[in-house]
């Protein structure tokens, strides 16, 4: 089993409508969590941080349930320049080390 | 201020021939690692380092030596490049509190 799993997708979104998705993390001691955003040939740049019982910037909002052993993140009124690759990121341990899933993608039509 | 830069941005190699790749930063962070992404694997650690002159081993380190001589630049090394360490390699940097990782433009690494 993988230590941090997503759902590859992708998942298809009309402009507009909501769209959410789960990343699962197998260490519960884990700390921290991000949400990467990942556009085609290009470097993950950070979205959002989830520190604890989670997180909004904007139209993204971001959730963390620990009992349950994962993260989601959910975006409002999605636009086409939401089209992404989306990486769950997570620090299992106080060190700098992090793990990170394989990424979902979204495919935002008009 | 350029965040983070890696050099090369693509390369080709033979197979057997050795290469460095070189990431910097200028945000004085403490951190800084190598990835590999290969598709539908997300990013593995390879190595990574938690201070100047410090460097440590992670997920696949295996065919890879790093260096850190100077706090701002990371040293990846290929020795002896195999066909397998095809990918994109990424480098990236984080510190202070809130281990916000800043990554470089990536290089694209071919060996045949």
């Known amino acids: 089993r993988k230590e941090v799993e997503q759902d590859p997708g992708p998942f298809n979104v009309p402009e507009g409508a909501t769209v959410a998705f789960n990343c699962t993390y197998s260490n519960s001691a884990s700390q921290s969590f991000f949400w990467y955003r990942q556009d085609c040939r290009k470097e993950p740049k950070l979205l959002m941080s989830v520190y604890s019982s989670g997180n909004e910037d904007g139209r993204f909002t971001a959730q963390l349930n620990r009992a349950s052993q994962y993260i989601s993140l959910l975006i409002r009124d999605s636009k086409l320049s939401d089209s992404a690759t989306y990486l769950c990121?997570?620090?299992?341990?106080?060190?700098?080390?992090?793990?990170f899933g394989a990424g979902t993608q979204v495919v935002v039509t008009p | 201020n350029a965040g983070v830069t890696q050099t090369p941005k693509f390369r080709v190699l033979k197979t057997g021939q050795s290469m460095t790749l070189l990431c910097a930063q200028d945000m004085n962070h403490e951190y800084m690692y190598w990835y590999r992404q290969d598709p539908g694997m997300g990013l593995r650690l390879i190595h990574y380092?938690?201070?100047?002159?410090?460097?440590a081993k992670g997920e696949v380190p295996d065919g890879y030596n790093v260096s850190r001589l100077k706090k701002q630049n990371f040293l990846l090394g290929l020795e002896s490049a195999a066909p397998s360490q095809t990918s994109v390699y990424f480098c990236?940097?984080?510190?202070?509190?809130?281990?916000?990782?800043?990554f470089g433009p990536g290089t694209r690494l071919t060996v045949t």
């Open positions: 990236a940097s984080c510190g202070g509190s809130s281990y916000e990782q800043y």
């Open positions: 990121v997570v620090n299992p341990d106080s060190w700098g080390k992090f793990q």
């Open positions: 380092s938690v201070g100047e002159g410090t460097t």
